[in-house]
């Protein structure tokens, strides 16, 4: 592990996307799960906070910490694709922007498409459950999350799949890992209460993906990853995702539309939706 305390690498990384400033104590580029490893060992020896960045895109600090901040920007390798399951493998600090184009010369794409697309990493998607313009018809990055490799704080590497109620491989995860079988049990109590009060809006950045994983729950699937995606690094450390891909679209059409105000523009949006577009922007004048 290379624990960084100079005074520049200090500096460059007491800021991110956002207008926060927080001094880190040391940085670590993270290399392998080691790193990772020995980094969480030490935060805990020495009472101190770790926060994950990735591209430093983000608006609200979430890559900004004053204790030590992981650099996943050089975990950065695509593992594996499967063509015929549309699935690919990759690490966190793969660029969303470089994963699409090594997509497709296999005529697929990973559909959640973020304004900083060119800059941002896919660690950073799945630690805020990223999502774009073509949300409207594709989702959210945890739609297309099938798993996930995390290193929790304890040092433990642990692997997040999908996994039917009714299958031994729960059984065999859950007698690994009782923490897990709390969770389940706390949302199957509450399902009706998560349900009956979650915003009904398209995304809801405000606390863990409850709303998915219970959904799941309904249809016979303890679904972890969900769970995961979106917890801003407060559970573990990504440091590998499967994710589903889907066909490169074959052909393409913009239409532009004009409005006298931006409430007819928002009442038009209500007609539009059913057409099943990939993608709504509003434009105004100062834009």
């Known amino acids: 592990m290379t624990y960084i305390k100079a005074k520049a690498t200090i500096t460059a990384y007491s800021s991110d996307g956002s207008i926060y400033s927080v001094a880190p104590h040391a940085v670590v ?16 020896k020495d009472n101190l906070a770790v926060s994950v960045r990735g591209g430093g895109t983000g608006l609200s600090g979430g890559a900004l910490g004053n204790g030590i901040v992981l650099d996943m920007s050089g975990y950065n390798k695509i593992l594996d694709i499967d063509v ?7 690490q966190p600090g793969v660029i969303y922007d470089e994963l699409n184009i090594f997509l497709k010369k296999f005529s697929l794409f990973f559909p959640p498409d973020p ?3 060119d800059s941002c990493q896919i660690g950073g998607m799945l630690a805020n459950n990223s999502s774009g313009p073509r949300s409207v018809k594709y989702g959210l990055t945890s739609d297309f999350v099938e798993e996930l490799a995390v290193i929790r704080p304890s040092g433990k590497l642990i692997t997040l799949k999908k996994l039917r109620l009714d299958s031994t491989d729960l059984v065999t995860f859950l007698s690994k890992n009782p923490e897990y079988q709390k969770i389940h049990d706390i949302l199957q109590r509450n399902k009706e209460l998560i349900l009956s009060r979650w915003p009904r809006v398209k995304k809801n950045s405000a606390g863990y993906n409850l709303r998915q994983v219970t959904e799941n729950l309904g249809r016979g699937i303890l679904n972890l990853p969900a769970l995961y995606v979106g917890s801003e690094g407060t559970l573990g450390v990504f440091v590998s995702a499967k994710l589903s891909l889907l066909p490169i679209p074959t052909e393409i059409l913009t239409a532009r539309l004009y409005f006298k105000s931006l409430v007819k523009a928002g009442e038009a949006a209500l007609d539009i939706q059913p057409l099943g577009p990939s993608g709504l922007e509003m434009v105004d004048g100062s834009t």
Do not use: H, Q, Y
């Open 115 to 117: 304004s900083s697309g």
């Open 29 to 44: 580029p993270v290399n392998s799960n080691e790193d990772i490893i020995s980094a969480l060992i030490t935060a805990k």
């Open 84 to 90: 015929s399951k549309r699935m690919v493998l990759t």
